[in-house]
């Protein structure tokens, strides 16, 4: 990887409890699609709420309460699609919810047409009434004139599955989809590392030497972890000078002691990768590294931290901003929050051209910029703790034009995902991007060009794909990853499919997750997770499995929909998509399944299937379960409408969404 970065310790941990699946008779559902029904995933973001897993069939008797709640969940829908709702101030109930009189969905003055903005609100209601500016469920209750009985409300959008005669593709947007392509290389040997403590810190050094017969700069990735984990608790990216054939360069960086550093860390682990974004190799092709060094940083003392540096990316052409990215850690992997530092770069000629006191951020890396560092040659930068007793450092290389040509070949695995993602999208160029020969091709490579490519024209796209097997340095730059990030948050909708050796590390600073070998079986937590079922029914048991999964900070605002491992001990994710709301309009979908290279031999429907699935996730903003759970064996009516809702993400565009009320008691 380029960028330091942490993360959360590599312990066996327990994951995330789930709610039991229950099993209701109820009346009706007009929106079920077989004698079963629907089953449906609870989506729901207050902790009050805790919300069963809802499994609808048709009853086997008649029960009078029920028809009498059937009518009450007719009536009740009426009100909610057809009008605005109504508060005791004259504002619009979204905007004070706590003065809530009259409980409606619609569009001021459009029946039949749901305000988003109120489905949103309804994320964030408890049940209990209090003066939050939210819309609570009692409040809920008394405005809609329910008295007998409870209610649970749920939204979803409607859509064919890809075999259904009534399929279109998306048309709302347009998509990108970085690819893995190969061609290009550097080889590389390490003639030196070592990991030494010495006094109060561990000192690591790394000597690489250019085996091309061109120039080339290479990046060290360090990792305190595991012995052979390249994925530990703290990781730091270090990039030589750009070196000559022949020619070498010493890279150090050390770790001072702390008062505890985390039980999993055992050793010092070294990996290392070329200029085009590839995993280093030597002369005769043999992969280098990863290697490790059994050893732990030295504890004691009153230090609460340490510092990081590493350059945002290996080399830019001159009038490129250069960004270094900061960061700060403890001793189990978290960042301290507001601690101070002094940067200081050095530029070609020798001499200080930045020296500024700057303030780490506890959510993210911290990046300091030079728009006007545009003389060819090494900029070094250095970060120093407030007592400049303790410093990091790392490089950027400025040249004068583009230095290294991109890669050449798309990967097999990646022409057959362009090709499925055919199938399901209509704006989608399938060309590779160039500026000045293909503005309109939406495929970027997975090199130090597609890196500034795509962070250039990012606002046009809905959706970015990130294609199975890339290599990481397109991605790890600051510009991009934080671009990216920024892109979710308004509303942008990002896949991450999976690899079969690669580090999907770029995660780690946004996001706290990256890919990792993992072993134990695949588990569904919740088998009717939306994922996994709408609009298609996906026969994931039959996916090829390469022991790989997404390790995701335990605190990341994550749905983890299928598992590997041992629950309640270690269990990582081989699909996770984040929970509705989580980042404002936009979602993430995290898996370690690649389309590519599916099942075997390879099933592309399934492949498309699955596919579809993910794309789908862009409307999990339309997914919502509302009230308390209901209980097994309860008296329930229900009834449901097919309303329309303006695409939260694509203006002039409409959604076709069902809603459900039920009523029980």
């Known amino acids: 990887m380029l960028g330091g970065r942490w993360r959360r310790p590599n312990l066996a941990h327990g994951r995330r409890g789930r709610g039991l699946a229950r099993v209701l008779r109820l009346r009706r559902d007009p929106g079920s699609t077989s004698t079963l029904g629907l089953a449906i995933a609870a989506v729901i973001f207050a902790a009050s709420f805790v919300v069963a897993q809802l499994v609808v069939q048709h009853p086997t008797s008649v029960d009078g309460k029920r028809e009498q709640f059937d009518a009450q969940a007719a009536t009740g829908l009426d009100l909610l699609v057809g009008t605005a709702g109504a508060t005791s101030t004259g504002a619009s ?58 209610i649970h409300l749920r939204t979803y959008p409607v859509m064919p599955s890809w075999d259904d005669s009534r399929f279109v593709k998306e048309q709302h947007g347009r998509l990108a989809y970085i690819a893995h392509y190969t061609g290009a290389s550097a080889p590389v040997n390490v003639t030196a590392f070592t990991a030494t403590v010495a006094g109060n810190a561990l000192n690591v050094s790394v000597t690489l030497r250019n085996e091309a017969t061109f120039s080339a700069i290479f990046v060290a990735s360090v990792s305190l972890g595991q012995a052979g984990d390249d994925d530990g608790v703290v990781s730091t990216g270090l990039n030589t000078a750009l070196l000559a054939p022949g ?14 550093w985390d039980a999993s860390i055992q050793a010092v682990t070294l990996d290392v990768t070329d200029p085009f974004g590839n995993p280093a190799v ?18 004691g003392g009153s230090s609460s931290y340490n510092l990081l540096v590493s350059a945002s990316d290996v080399y830019v052409v001159s009038g490129s901003t250069v960004s270094f990215a900061l960061d700060d850690y403890k001793g189990d992997g978290s960042r301290v929050n507001g601690a101070q530092a002094r940067f200081v770069l050095v530029g070609p000629d020798g001499h200080e051209w930045q020296n500024s006191t700057v303030s780490l951020n506890k959510n993210k890396q911290t990046t300091v910029s030079c728009a006007n560092c545009t003389t060819s040659g090494v900029y070094t930068g250095i970060v120093w703790d407030t007592g400049m007793t303790r410093r990091e450092q790392d490089a950027v290389y400025v040249s004068a034009a583009s230095m290294f040509t991109q890669k050449s070949t798309m990967d097999p695995v990646a022409s057959k995902e362009v090709t499925l993602l055919l199938r399901l999208v209509n704006t989608f160029n399938p060309t590779r991007y160039d500026a000045a020969t293909n503005p309109e091709g939406d495929v970027f490579a997975d090199d130090v060009n597609g890196a500034s490519d795509i962070a250039n024209v990012i606002p046009r796209y809905t959706t970015i794909v990130v294609g199975s097997q890339i290599s990481q340095n397109c991605l790890t730059p600051s510009a991009v990853k934080n671009g990216i990030a920024d892109w979710v948050q308004g509303g942008g909708n990002l896949v991450v499919l999976g690899t079969a050796t690669q580090k999907s590390e770029w995660l780690q600073p946004i996001y706290h997750a990256a890919q990792t070998t993992a072993n134990g079986g695949i588990s569904a937590p919740d088998p009717t997770n939306p994922i996994l079922v709408a609009p298609e029914h996906l026969q994931y048991q039959t996916y090829l499995d390469r022991g ?62 699955l596919l579809h699935n993910l794309l789908s996730q862009a409307y999990t903003m339309l997914f919502l379960d509302y009230g308390p759970p209901i209980p097994p064996g309860a008296s329930v009516g229900s009834d449901a409408r097919l309303v329309a809702v303006p695409h939260p993400n694509v203006p002039g565009a409409v959604v076709e969404v069902r809603l459900v009320l039920y009523v029980f008691g």
């Open 93 to 150: 109930w979204a905007s004070d919810p706590d003065h809530l009189t009259r409980f409606g969905l619609a569009l001021d003055g459009n029946p039949n047409f749901l305000d988003y903005a109120k489905i949103r609100s309804l994320r964030n209601g408890t049940m209990s009434s209090t003066a939050n500016g939210q819309p609570d469920y009692p409040d809920v209750m008394a405005a809609m004139g329910i008295k007998t009985g409870d």
């Open 247 to 260: 020619a070498s360069q010493t890279l150090w960086t050390r770790f001072d002691r702390l008062p505890s």
């Open 282 to 299: 030597d002369g005769a092709g043999n992969r280098v590294g990863p290697s490790s060094i059994l050893t732990t940083p030295p504890t």
């Open 548 to 609: 790989r999964a997404w390790e995701i900070k335990n605190d990341e605002p994550f749905t983890h929909v299928l598992t590997r491992g041992t629950a309640g001990t270690s269990t990582d994710d081989t699909l996770a998509v984040a929970n509705a709301g989580a980042f404002n309009n936009g979602t993430v979908v995290l898996t370690s399944y690649m389309p590519g290279s599916l099942t075997s031999p390879q099933d592309d429907a399934e492949a498309t299937r």
